[in-house]
C-alpha cells in the first residue's frame, strides 16, 4: 500500500478582466475498494463560496463562482491518499454470463453504447472483433484489446485537440492518454464489453522514495465490466495499480473533465496546470 499526496493546481489567465465565472471541478479523489481518502480539499484565487455535490456517475464536484473582476482564477486540490496494489487474476466469466450480467445494471447498460468520443472506425471495429476471438474470455479480450491498442498508439502531446474523438486518434496513430483510452472503450463497447473512463492522477515513478515529490500528471485510464470493474491503463500498458489514484468516471472525458465552466467579460482565456506528487508512506 501506498500513500500519497497529489496537489493538482489549474486554472485560467484571462486576455483582459472577466467579469465573473462559474465553474465545476471534478479533481478530488474518492473512497472506494482500494482506496481511502485521508483529506481532500480545493482552494480558490480569488476565494470563492463553494458548494459540493455527487454527479450522476458518483463523482464529486465542487462548484464555485466568482462574481468579482479577476484576471486570473487558480484552483488548488490538495489530497492524501493510501491506495492498494488491485488483485489482477483473470475473471472466469464467459461471453454468455457477461452478456446476462451487463443487463442487470444500469451503468453496465449504459456503458455499452458508444459515444460521439468513442465512436470506433470499422478498421478498429475489426480489429478488436478478431483479439476478442483468440482470446479465451471476456476479460482476457479486455486486456489484449488495451494492450494492442496501447501498443499501437504512439504517446505525443499536442498531437490531437482536447475535443479529438477517437476515429481521428486511432487515425493518426497518436495523441495523449485521454485519446487512447477513448480509442480502448471504442474497442471495448463494439465486441460487447461494458468499458468507462475512469480520470484521475498518476505517480509517474514506481520505486520512488519517501517524501519526494516529483512532478505528475493528470491521467487517465480504463475499467471494463467482467462481473466486476477492472482497471487497466492502456497508455502506460499495466493494471491500474498502487500508483493510480481515483477520482471519477463516466462514458468519455465529457462527463469527467477536471475544470469546467464559463467566464464573461473577456474574448479568451490560456489555462494552465500542474500536478505534484509525494509519496508519503
Same mark, same amino acid.
Given at each position: 500500500?501506498?500513500?500519497?499526496?497529489?496537489?493538482?493546481?489549474?486554472?485560467?489567465?484571462?486576455?483582459? #478582466? &472577466? %467579469?465573473? /465565472?462559474?465553474?465545476? *471541478?471534478?479533481?478530488?479523489?474518492?473512497? !472506494?475498494? $482500494?482506496?481511502?481518502?485521508?483529506?481532500?480539499?480545493?482552494?480558490?484565487?480569488?476565494?470563492?463560496?463553494?458548494?459540493?455535490?455527487?454527479?450522476?456517475?458518483?463523482?464529486?464536484?465542487?462548484?464555485?463562482?466568482?462574481?468579482?473582476?479577476?484576471?486570473?482564477?487558480?484552483?488548488?486540490?490538495?489530497?492524501?491518499?493510501?491506495?492498494?496494489?488491485?488483485?489482477?487474476?483473470?475473471?472466469?466469466?464467459?461471453?454468455?454470463?457477461?452478456?446476462?450480467?451487463?443487463?442487470?445494471?444500469?451503468?453496465?447498460?449504459?456503458?455499452?453504447?458508444?459515444?460521439?468520443?468513442?465512436?470506433?472506425?470499422?478498421?478498429?471495429?475489426?480489429?478488436?472483433?478478431?483479439?476478442? #476471438? &483468440? %482470446?479465451? /474470455?471476456?476479460?482476457? *479480450?479486455?486486456?489484449?484489446?488495451?494492450? !494492442?491498442? $496501447?501498443?499501437?498508439?504512439?504517446?505525443?502531446?499536442?498531437?490531437?485537440?482536447?475535443?479529438?474523438?477517437?476515429?481521428?486518434?486511432?487515425?493518426?496513430?497518436?495523441?495523449?492518454?485521454?485519446?487512447?483510452?477513448?480509442?480502448?472503450?471504442?474497442?471495448?463497447?463494439?465486441?460487447?464489453?461494458?468499458?468507462?473512463?475512469?480520470?484521475?492522477?498518476?505517480?509517474?515513478?514506481?520505486?520512488?522514495?519517501?517524501?519526494?515529490?516529483?512532478?505528475?500528471?493528470?491521467?487517465?485510464?480504463?475499467?471494463?465490466?467482467?462481473?466486476?470493474?477492472?482497471?487497466?491503463?492502456?497508455?502506460?500498458?499495466?493494471?491500474?495499480?498502487?500508483?493510480?489514484?481515483?477520482?471519477?468516471?463516466?462514458?468519455?472525458?465529457?462527463?469527467? *473533465?477536471?475544470?469546467?465552466?464559463?467566464?464573461?467579460?473577456?474574448?479568451?482565456?490560456?489555462?494552465?496546470?500542474?500536478?505534484?506528487?509525494?509519496?508519503?508512506?
Amino acid at each position: 500500500m501506498k500513500r500519497l499526496r497529489v496537489t493538482h493546481t489549474t486554472g485560467f489567465r484571462y486576455q483582459g #478582466e &472577466a %467579469s465573473a /465565472s462559474y465553474n465545476e *471541478a471534478r479533481m478530488l479523489p474518492a473512497s !472506494r475498494e $482500494g482506496q481511502w481518502v485521508l483529506s481532500a480539499h480545493i482552494d480558490t484565487r480569488p476565494n470563492a463560496p463553494q458548494h459540493s455535490y455527487t454527479d450522476y456517475w458518483g463523482t464529486r464536484v465542487t462548484a464555485f463562482e466568482v462574481l468579482s473582476p479577476h484576471r486570473e482564477l487558480v484552483l488548488s486540490a490538495s489530497s492524501l491518499i493510501e491506495v492498494a496494489e488491485q488483485a489482477h487474476d483473470h475473471c472466469p466469466t464467459s461471453w454468455d454470463e457477461l452478456a446476462q450480467l451487463s443487463r442487470r445494471t444500469v451503468e453496465s447498460v449504459e456503458q455499452l453504447r458508444q459515444s460521439a468520443r468513442t465512436e470506433p472506425p470499422r478498421d478498429l471495429m475489426k480489429l478488436a472483433a478478431q483479439v476478442a #476471438e &483468440a %482470446s479465451g /474470455s471476456p476479460c482476457a *479480450a479486455a486486456e489484449a484489446i488495451c494492450a !494492442r491498442i $496501447g501498443g499501437e498508439m504512439e504517446y505525443v502531446p499536442g498531437a490531437t485537440r482536447v475535443d479529438s474523438t477517437a476515429a481521428e486518434a486511432w487515425s493518426a496513430r497518436r495523441g495523449v492518454c485521454q485519446d487512447i483510452v477513448h480509442v480502448a472503450l471504442g474497442a471495448l463497447r463494439s465486441v460487447g464489453i461494458p468499458a468507462r473512463y475512469v480520470s484521475g492522477y498518476l505517480h509517474p515513478k514506481p520505486d520512488a522514495p519517501l517524501h519526494e515529490t516529483v512532478v505528475g500528471e493528470s491521467h487517465a485510464w480504463v475499467e471494463w465490466f467482467c462481473g466486476t470493474w477492472r482497471g487497466w491503463d492502456p497508455t502506460n500498458l499495466i493494471p491500474a495499480g498502487d500508483r493510480h489514484v481515483y477520482v471519477g468516471h463516466g462514458r468519455d472525458y465529457d462527463d469527467i *473533465a477536471p475544470i469546467r465552466g464559463v467566464y464573461a467579460g473577456v474574448a479568451a482565456a490560456e489555462t494552465f496546470v500542474k500536478v505534484e506528487i509525494t509519496r508519503e508512506a
